[in-house]
């Protein structure tokens, strides 16, 4: 008797021990879901915080950019209030880097295409000489020619329709404008590490009769331009155009030192104007940061805003 009483305790015991572990799984399972709940909301508020808080840089940025073209005098440069590096500004919680960039000051690629559908000689040359100058292969540009002029016959390197329709999956060449600078990824030859050399000194613009802004435009850029100009001289205007920038082309003669009497088809491709610019906003509202680009088309007081590009939040920390 006593032993069936032993065991009957034994059972009893290995019961509730048993109901005890599975009490305790399922509260702990209850309190890590809670945790990851509590962390994925958390997340997703500060990313929505961070998210409105790069746009309102990019509101502060816009506002900059449309009292510069209210009382500026004609001229874009370096020294302008809305080219000045500003500090990253606190703002509640969050803190957010605003930077500005003058996306005239880069060669459009849309300006290789004549209204005609051809391919435009002069800015040919520019962005051969471009390439060459940034150690990237001339050829490379031949699926680019390709892509931008209206008919089928391909560049001795390049790739027209038939080359496309043979993809897995095939698509049809654009045979006219870019819309963006990431369609170059379509194209063929033009990589991820190739588009990211080019970002500082090329762009897509939404025409192709833009010009590019001496007193912003880097010195590689530059240099394609105007590749009869001494490194010299080119450094000294480099330098001197941020404190006095260039008002006109023939100003732009002087300060580069050219000959009167000799004639070069890139002072019709300059200008000291800008009407295209890129807004870069990076908020972070711990531990979440967000970044978002804008171009910008400013005519006038009007400021039209061409394309957003948003990444996903970034540095998430549990």
């Not at 449309?66 to 005098?73: A, C, E, M, V, Y």
């Not at 802004?213 to 001197?240: C, G, Y």
Request: hydrophobic share 40%.
């Amino acid at each position: 008797m006593r032993s069936e009483s032993l065991q009957q305790n034994g059972a009893a015991l290995v019961t509730t021990l048993l109901a005890v572990t599975l009490l305790t799984i399922a509260v702990v399972e209850f309190a890590y879901s809670s945790q990851v709940d509590y962390h994925l909301a958390r997340n997703a508020l500060k990313a929505l915080q961070a998210n409105y808080l790069a746009r309102s840089g990019v509101n502060l940025a816009v506002i900059v950019l449309k009292r510069d073209g209210q009382s500026s005098l004609g001229i874009d440069s370096l020294g302008d209030e809305w080219a000045q590096p500003l500090p990253p500004l606190p703002v509640g919680e969050g803190v957010v880097t605003i930077r500005v960039s003058d996306e005239q000051g880069k060669v459009n690629l849309n300006a290789l295409r004549n209204t005609s559908g051809t391919i435009n000689r002069t800015w040919r040359e520019v962005v051969e000489r471009l390439f060459t100058l940034r150690e990237i292969d001339p050829g490379t540009l031949d699926p680019l020619f390709d892509w931008l002029d209206a008919d089928d016959f391909p560049e001795p390197r390049g790739a027209e329709r038939d080359h496309y329709m043979r993809l897995s999956p095939p698509y049809i060449p654009a045979n006219g404008l870019l819309l963006t600078l990431g369609e170059l990824g379509r194209i063929e030859g033009f990589s991820a590490a190739l588009r990211t050399r080019l970002g500082e000194v090329a762009t897509v613009l939404p025409s192709n009769s833009t010009s590019i802004n001496v007193n912003t435009a880097p010195r590689e850029v530059l240099a394609a331009l105007f590749p009869m100009i001494d490194r010299q001289s080119l450094e000294r205007f480099l330098v001197s155009r941020i404190e006095t920038p260039v008002h006109g082309v023939n100003e732009l003669r002087d300060r580069l030192g050219f000959d009167p009497k000799v004639h070069t088809d890139a002072f019709r491709l300059v200008s000291v104007r800008s009407e295209f610019f890129a807004v870069n906003a990076l908020a972070t509202v711990e531990p979440v940061s967000q970044a978002l680009s804008v171009v910008i088309q400013r005519r006038a007081a009007t400021m039209t805003p061409l394309s957003w590009q948003t990444t996903l939040p970034l540095g998430v920390r549990g």
